[in-house]
């Protein structure tokens, strides 16, 4: 799986923020922002949630 560069910033937040705005606000972006990010990351893994997309992230050493 390919994610872009900003994508792989918001599945990595994720691990560490629960909401878009937490996460929104640690990337310095607008939840609008993230919230198209993680629907990009969730479709690529073929995902429904963002605890799905983390855990696969995991799962394929996109993230730690």
Do not use: I, N
């Amino acid at each position: 799986v390919r994610l872009s560069p900003a994508e792989q910033r918001v599945l990595e937040a994720f691990v560490d923020w629960d909401t878009t705005a937490q996460v929104a606000r640690a990337l310095h972006c607008s939840p609008a922002t993230v919230r198209k990010h993680a629907a990009r990351v969730m479709k690529k893994l073929g995902v429904r949630s963002r605890h799905r997309a983390v855990a696969w992230g995991m799962r394929l050493g996109l993230v730690s």
